[in-house]
T-cell receptor, first 112, second 114 residues
Framework: DSGVTQTPKHLITATGQRVTLRCSPRSGDLSVYWYQQSLDQGLQFLIQ???????AKGNILERFSAQQFPDLHSELNLSSLELGDSALYFC???????????FGPGTRLLVL | GNSVTQMEGPVTLSEEAFLTINCTYT??????LFWYVQYPGEGLQLLLKATKADDKGSNKGFEATYRKETTSFHLEKGSVQVSDSAVYFC?????????????FGKGTHLIIQP
């Protein structure tokens, strides 16, 4: 158990809909990262937040957004969903944006 | 940009065999290098890491040495077990002061047969 929690574990929705994925980092970690794992793209970095502020952006689509709240939990919002958004979404956390990132169990999203 | 290339599987070995999974990278500066493991239905677990050239990371019998001259970070284990069956990801983190995400290879599916 990494100490990073993600909810929900599974999510099934329809094209065009909007969903929110939630992540709670390890106690004391200030940085949260979001990754997408799909069969065709592999594991891709989406976005990083540090202590409430956006710190780095990866291959995140404009239809996706994230935020980190004062209690340091983070949410990833996916809107206007397409079939190709079906994937496993991981959250990771680290102490200060440093090197070792600890991953949560993931949220499996299926868009029908 | 940064990239990681690793051998694609599946790699099938018998128990107690020697394991090597190749990983090479392209990055500017001096990245940190990682191996993560993903067991079926689970998230990624950090297996080992190395933060500078010639460092050797090791854990649970696995080892990898950061080779700057060949831009490689090959994973090795002397005697694999059935329980080592999983997907292994090589990854790098660029040396940008903590403002970045990991760049992953495509993963190598390892199958150990009894």
């Amino acid at each position: 158990d990494s100490g990073v929690t993600q909810t929900p574990k599974h999510l099934i929705t329809a094209t065009g809909q909007r969903v929110t994925l939630r992540c709670s980092p390890r106690s004391g970690d200030l940085s949260v990262y979001w990754y997408q794992q799909s069969l065709d793209q592999g594991l891709q970095f989406l976005i990083q937040y540090y202590n409430g502020e956006e710190r780095a952006k990866g291959n995140i689509l404009e239809r996706f957004s994230a935020q980190q709240f004062p209690d340091l939990h983070s949410e990833l919002n996916l809107s206007s969903l397409e079939l190709g958004d079906s994937a496993l979404y991981f959250c990771a956390s680290s102490v200060d944006g440093g090197e070792t990132q600890y991953f949560g169990p993931g949220t499996r999203l299926l868009v029908l | 940009g940064n990239s990681v290339t690793q051998m694609e599987g599946p790699v099938t070995l018998s128990e107690e065999a020697f394991l090597t999974i190749n990983c090479t990278y392209t990055a500017t500066g001096y990245p940190s290098l990682f191996w993560y493991v993903q067991y079926p239905g689970e998230g990624l677990q950090l297996l080992l890491k190395a933060t500078k050239a010639d460092d050797k990371g090791s854990n649970k019998g696995f080892e990898a040495t950061y080779r700057k001259e060949t831009t490689s970070f090959h994973l090795e284990k002397g005697s694999v077990q059935v329980s080592d069956s999983a997907v292994y990801f090589c990854a790098l983190l660029s040396s940008g002061g903590g403002a970045d995400g990991l760049t992953f290879g495509k993963g190598t599916h390892l199958i150990i047969q009894p």
